[in-house]
């Protein structure tokens, strides 16, 4: 198993999730969302969504693709070692 395409794969998917996150931030859907998804388990959303901010949504991306990397790197190299 290829470390760093594992790690790339889980990285993209983890910044991509977050892109969309911030997209429905940015059109004013994320609230709804939030406010459905908590309905659906039966609890009250405690939660207020906050004005959308480019620099904190492109934060938020990055840090969630490097965590992500390093998390399928781990994974693949662990993988790697004990299945031999």
């Known amino acids: 198993m290829n470390k760093n ?3 790339l794969v889980l990285g993209s998917f983890a910044g991509l999730f ?10 004013g859907m994320a609230q709804v969302l ?18 959308f901010n480019l620099l904190r949504t492109l934060g938020l991306v990055i840090f969630t693709f490097i965590m ?9 190299f662990l993988w790697n070692k004990f299945h031999k």
Do not use: R
Not at 18 to 27: D, M, P, S, T
Not at 68 to 76: L, R
């Open 5 to 7: 395409k594992i790690g």
């Open 18 to 27: 977050h892109l969309v996150w911030g997209l429905l931030i940015a059109f």
């Open 34 to 51: 939030l406010d459905f998804i908590y309905n659906l388990h039966s609890l009250n959303n405690p939660f207020v969504v906050m004005p």
């Open 68 to 76: 992500g990397y390093i998390f399928g790197y781990v994974f693949a």
